[in-house]
Structures are given as structure tokens and as C-alpha cells.
């Protein structure tokens, strides 16, 4: 069983950043893929950001050269740095181990507002 817990999220206004973090337990945690989600209030949930075990990365169209996915290994934790934050970057994060049918965060809420 892995349990990701998220934290970091919060309100901040049009053009600030905000870097959310999540904590993984369990040993096995090097060997996810770990992943970055977000949900809009009466949107599907959609990818954000990925970082494969070996350090690879991929983000999604909206986000690119403004967040960026890290991952600390000695620490068992997933980053994201997110930069010039956008109203539309609004929504619940949720981190995940393993993809869609991994292991899901409780979410952490991102408001960007004015």
C-alpha cells in the first residue's frame, strides 16, 4: 500500500507561484512513475505533469515553461513548482503513483485570484 499526501496548495493571485509538495510512504516509491493531476470544478480530471523513475519528465500543453516536476528520492517526495499561475490553473492537484489505476493523494486546492 502506498499513501501520498499532498500539501503546499493554497490561494495566490494571477502571476504568483506556488510549489505544492507530496510525500509517499513506502520503500517503493523509486520505482513509480509519479504523477501530477488537477480538477476543475465541473471538469474531468486531467494530467498535469509526470516524472518517470529515471528522471524524465512530460507535461501537458497548458502548463509547459511554467511548472516544473521534481522528485527527491532520499525523501520519497514529488514536487511541483508552478510559475506565473493563470485563473485557469484553478482546481484541486491530486498526486499519483503509478498512473490511473495507481495510488491517488486527498487532493490540495489551487485558487488563483485576484
Known amino acids: 500500500q502506498v499513501q501520498l499526501v499532498e500539501s503546499g496548495g493554497g490561494l495566490v493571485q494571477p502571476g504568483g507561484s506556488l510549489r505544492l509538495s507530496c510525500a509517499a510512504s513506502g520503500s517503493i516509491f523509486t520505482s513509480y512513475a509519479m504523477y501530477w493531476y488537477r480538477q476543475a470544478p465541473g471538469n474531468q480530471r486531467e494530467l498535469v505533469a509526470r516524472?518517470?523513475?529515471?528522471?524524465?519528465?512530460n507535461y501537458a500543453d497548458s502548463v509547459k515553461g511554467r511548472f516544473t516536476i521534481s522528485r527527491d528520492n532520499a525523501k520519497n517526495t514529488v514536487y511541483l513548482q508552478m510559475n506565473s499561475l493563470k485563473p485557469e490553473d484553478t482546481a484541486v492537484y491530486y498526486c499519483?503513483?503509478?498512473?490511473?489505476?495507481?495510488?491517488w493523494g486527498q487532493g490540495t486546492q489551487v485558487t488563483v485570484s485576484s
Open positions: 516524472i518517470w523513475s529515471g528522471g524524465t519528465t
Open positions: 499519483n503513483a503509478g498512473g490511473a489505476g495507481g495510488y
